[in-house]
């Protein structure tokens, strides 16, 4: 039994030997390659990969490297470019045609990998460089052998797409109605280039077909992903505008250097990545946890300071606090330019919050924009609980709803104003630190935001927390949508004009202040 069983492993290892050495690069096929008329070349190059000889991409390498000479019987493979050539050796001469087909066959190689990664880079980089039919049998065997799903589907695609160009009616038709599955808007160009091209009513009304299917899919990946910004810069107004809620909502103070708060923000991260850059930076990655307290308390202490020093001698003089807090913005942002320069800053991303996750194949979301849509709620939630369920938080509500009546049962509604200020302010910070993922860092960063949150603030209800956030996520989304129909600029004036209207019919806003105010 162990004898009849040991025959059997040397016969089958005979095999494997002669199997691999029928399928070696022979030195007529390399010179095939290497010298001659391009489409013969082409068409060895091909012949050798369909038949999967031994050896062929690292000769493919070499000519693609320069390190392929002739001789008269023969193709020699040098090991460096600067090697010596034998005497009477020429040159091998590679127009770009020939060398898009060896990038093309090196690619296709790589389809037989063990390695998913690597056969997927190899599919990737098909699909830009692109096919001919002689390659076809090629792209079968590899179709034959994929294992992994999403990659047999691509490669299935590919050679549909291949196959859409084939003097055959039947095979063409084939390919239509494979494409008809597609989900790349690359296949998008190509069948209206087939369209346009198609000889034939029925292969024609086919690819009609297809293109329909795959722009109905495509229109649904545009619209989710318009949703998606729209929330992403939702999450941001939220951010900048639940700071602006609290102070404005509390104190009636329109405090124009909101968005310089949120710019000490985004600089308190810039400093905190440039300390781990510098003191840390085997825990760079980790920095942004350290920025976000870090943002709340810079932020935090400059709008304490400001509060006591000059927003509460004018408290109930409105225009004298947005005049006054103009200007405050106005020496924030010099002091800026003063220390960090008039350019912008540069605030790199961790490795966690960079690239994105593809849900369609014209969608992909990106980590840093979800990371912000996520903290924007873990924000919102914490400030939500502060107000409801702390005694800072009861004492807020007492002195918005009624300051007077607040005094009289012994709340010290000035300790009040400079908590909730400063409380305003630092979310304004870590607004700041949101924003420092996904936009550049200036002394300027505030302006784009400013008026956008009090508009948050004015059509969600002064002063409510649930109305700031529909509004802010409903003018997020309606932006957007209405930049894909009209323009960004005449998409900011219709969102304004539809603010003024409800404004006028709304005067309260989404949601009114319960209770009773002495100040109404």
């Not at 290497?34 to 031994?54: K, Q, V």
């Not at 924000?379 to 938080?393: E, F, P, Q």
């Not at 009289?408 to 000035?414: K, Y």
């Amino acid at each position: 039994m162990i004898q009849r069983l040991l025959l059997k492993a040397g016969a089958w290892l005979l095999l494997v030997i002669l199997s691999s050495q029928a399928h070696a690069l022979t030195p007529d096929q390399s010179r095939a390659i290497a010298a001659g008329e391009t489409d013969e070349r082409i068409a060895a190059l091909n012949a050798a990969a369909a038949r999967g000889d031994a050896e062929l991409a690292a000769f493919v390498q070499a000519l693609l490297d320069d390190r392929v000479k002739l001789l008269a019987d023969r193709a020699v493979v040098l090991a460096a470019a600067d090697q010596p050539a034998p005497d009477g050796a020429e040159d091998v001469v590679n127009n770009n045609r020939m060398r898009g087909a060896l990038q093309a066959a090196l690619a296709a190689l790589k389809l037989f990998s063990p390695d998913p990664a690597a056969r997927r880079a190899a599919v990737a980089e098909l699909g830009k460089q692109g096919l001919d039919e002689s390659q076809l049998p090629l792209l079968d065997k590899a179709l034959a052998q994929e294992s992994d799903a999403a990659l047999k589907q691509q490669l299935g695609l590919l050679r549909a797409a291949l196959v859409v160009a084939s003097p055959d009616k039947s095979r063409r038709l084939e390919a239509a109605q494979q494409l008809a599955d597609a989900s790349d808007p690359a296949v998008k160009s190509l069948l209206v280039e087939r369209i346009a091209a198609e000889p034939d009513a029925e292969v024609k009304s086919a690819l009609k077909q297809a293109l329909a299917a795959l722009d109905g899919r495509l229109a649904w990946g545009e619209r989710l992903g318009l949703v998606f910004t729209g929330l992403s810069l939702g999450s941001i107004l939220l951010l900048v505008a639940l700071g602006l809620a609290i102070t404005y909502g509390l104190m009636g103070v329109i405090n124009m250097a909101h968005g310089e708060l949120m710019m000490i923000g985004a600089y308190a991260t810039y400093l905190v990545q440039n300390a781990f850059r510098a003191w840390l930076p085997g825990g760079f990655d980790y920095y942004v946890l350290l920025a976000i307290p870090a943002s709340f308390l810079a932020a935090a202490l400059v709008g304490a300071v400001l509060e006591r020093s000059v927003i509460r001698w004018l408290y109930g003089r409105p225009l004298e606090t947005l005049l006054a807090t103009w200007g405050i913005s106005l020496v924030l942002m010099q002091a800026v330019r003063s220390l960090f320069g008039a350019q912008n800053v540069p605030v790199e991303n961790p490795a966690w919050l960079s690239g994105g996750v593809a849900v369609m194949s014209n969608l992909t979301l990106p980590f840093n924009r979800i990371a912000i849509i996520v903290f924007a709620f873990a924000v919102l939630g914490g400030v939500a609980l502060l107000i409801a369920k702390t005694r800072l938080g009861l004492f807020v509500r007492g002195v918005t709803q009624n300051r007077r009546m607040a005094a009289c049962m012994g709340v010290n509604t000035a300790r009040i104003d400079c908590y909730a200020f400063s409380l305003g302010a630092g979310i304004a910070g870590l607004a700041g630190c949101a924003l420092s993922q996904v936009g550049n860092v200036g002394p300027d960063l505030g302006q784009s935001y400013i008026v956008d949150s009090f508009m948050v603030v004015v059509l969600g209800g002064v002063g409510q927390l649930a109305g700031t956030v529909i509004a802010a996520l409903g003018l997020g989304v309606l932006n957007k949508l209405l930049e894909g129909v009209a323009g960004a600029v005449l998409a900011k004036i219709m969102v304004l004009i539809f603010i003024v209207v409800f404004i006028q019919k709304r005067p309260q806003g989404l949601f009114a202040m319960k209770g009773r105010s002495a100040e109404a």
